[in-house]
């Protein structure tokens, strides 16, 4: 395992539980990182030098920042292996210098070294550098995870961009929520019943079709009311917003 960030330090453990395989060692840039991971798994190294990377093993799985990506590949030597990164904006062609046999395994999902997931039910993407090679990335993906998909690079780049849109926006929106209620000595808690309900309706209709709110109904007067409550950045977050429901509705 290269990489010991949120990503990987959920794989390692889950490649071992899962009987998928076993994790020899774990490289990370900071050695700290790298212990910590590999406490978590049985008969683990760590290593923070690039040079001490084994290479004996059968699966290098690369999962570090997008842009580390190349300047670490320019660093390793090359061998037979199956080399994988789980990036979902890196094309696997980053891989091409160090093995033929190479490709993606890229999760979708969100990530925290310290909120425990259900990795079976993560949906994988995966990609291979020729037919025989994604069949045996598959084989590999299908001993963890229920849900295995092809997609290509192109894909995953655009399915990258709808989870940022569906996540980390949202996640920021519910920042701004936080803040706001905080302010007035209400917690966040008051809005979960809103969420869950708003998320069931988005996954069982669609989430256009269940768009609610002042925006939607194209109540300017609630719109106006709202914005004089505001000021600076969000302020102009909830006027550009607004206009976007609004637009949607035409």
Not at 90 to 110: D, I, W
Request: aromatic share 8%; glycine share 6%.
């Amino acid at each position: 395992m290269i990489g010991a960030g949120n990503v990987a330090t959920h794989l390692a453990p889950v490649f071992c539980s899962s009987g998928a395989g076993e994790v020899v060692q774990v490289y990370s840039h900071t050695l700290e990182n790298a212990e910590a991971l590999a406490r978590q798994i049985p008969g683990a190294t760590a290593t923070d030098s690039v040079a001490d990377i084994r290479r004996d093993a059968d699966i290098y799985v690369i999962s570090i920042k997008d842009d580390a990506i190349a300047t670490l590949v320019a660093s390793l030597e090359p061998n037979n292996a199956l080399w994988l990164h789980t990036s979902g904006s890196v094309g696997m062609e980053a891989l091409v210098p160090l093995s033929a046999r190479h490709g993606v395994f890229y999760p979708l999902q969100t990530f925290s070294k310290d909120v425990e997931l259900d990795m079976e039910r993560v949906p994988i993407f995966i990609e291979g550098a020729d037919d025989r090679v994604e069949e045996e990335i598959r084989e590999f993906a299908t001993r963890i995870f229920s849900s295995v998909y092809h997609a290509d690079s192109e894909t995953r780049k655009k399915m990258h961009i709808s989870a940022v849109f569906a996540c980390n926006f949202t996640n920021y929106l519910w920042t701004v929520a936080e803040r706001l209620l905080a302010a007035d000595g209400l917690p966040f808690s008051v809005l979960q019943p809103l969420l869950e309900e708003t998320l069931r309706k988005a996954l069982a209709n669609s989430p256009a079709s269940s768009q609610t709110g002042p925006a939607a109904r194209g109540d300017r007067k609630i719109i106006d009311a709202h914005l004089a409550l505001l000021d600076g950045r969000y302020k102009e977050l909830y006027a550009m917003l607004s206009d976007e429901i609004m637009r949607e509705r035409r």
